[in-house]
């Protein structure tokens, strides 16, 4: 006997318009279809990457420090290093951390520093051309040899146990210091001919383990 056409959508409406009677019902429910197709949908969307897209990289130094002088060990978090004393029975103690070696011609420094102990001398940044920029309390002062050292000029507000913005600037016929953000210091002084380390100092009363903190190291060749 033949079932009629009525009949027929009757069952299959009863079955949630599924005319396959081994499947579980539920996968017949609409809304529960568009469901699962959103849920799916939207998976897809939050994996998907652009075309030609790499892996986010993790952020790492732009300049690695070796100890000269003293030691050197990496602070607590990325990026940080102490730089530490000798503490040399001479007529002083000092550390130092070539930051590049092998460096001739223009250049651009930038890092922050610190003092963690109260009886450090100076912090120094050593050039590759073999000058030394000195900072101390409310001083600085650029220092080739003895014979032409004109001494420490002032800078006002300069407190080395204070986190600070460091930049030097070295052009093909000037060099220039940068002191959170402002010029404090221009010398008519080229890179000089030979190639040489670039380098950060500390220097402190004998027999004395004084430290700078040194971070945010980053290094740039040429103008």
């Known amino acids: 006997m033949g079932v009629s056409r009525e009949t027929a959508r009757g069952r299959a409406a009863s079955d949630g318009g599924c005319r396959f009677r081994d499947l579980d019902l539920r996968l017949c429910d609409p809304r529960r279809v568009t469901r699962w197709l959103v849920a799916l949908a939207l998976a897809l969307v939050a994996t998907a990457a652009p075309a030609g897209a790499q892996p986010a990289a993790r952020p790492v130094p732009a300049v690695q420090p070796v100890a000269d002088i003293g030691a050197v060990a990496a602070g607590a978090t990325p990026g940080v290093w102490l730089v530490t004393t000798d503490a040399a029975d001479a007529a002083y103690a000092f550390g ?22 109260a009886d450090v001398s100076a912090c120094e940044v050593w050039l590759p051309s073999g000058g ?49 953000g402002a010029r404090v210091g221009r010398w008519p002084r080229g890179p000089g001919p030979a190639a040489g380390a670039l380098a950060v100092a500390i220097k402190a009363p004998p027999r004395r383990r004084a430290r700078l903190r040194i971070s945010d190291v980053a290094f740039r060749q040429g103008q």
Do not use: C, K, S
Request: aromatic fraction near 8%.
């Open 96 to 117: 130092r951390a070539a930051l590049v070696t092998g460096l001739r011609g223009p250049f651009t420094l930038a890092l922050r520093w610190r003092r963690l102990d």
């Open 132 to 180: 030394v920029i000195l900072l101390r309390d409310g001083e600085l002062a650029l220092w080739d040899d003895n014979a032409t050292f004109a001494g420490f000029q002032p800078l006002p507000g300069l407190r080395t146990q204070r986190t600070t913005a460091i930049e030097v600037r070295q052009g093909d016929a000037t060099l220039e210091l940068w002191v959170d």
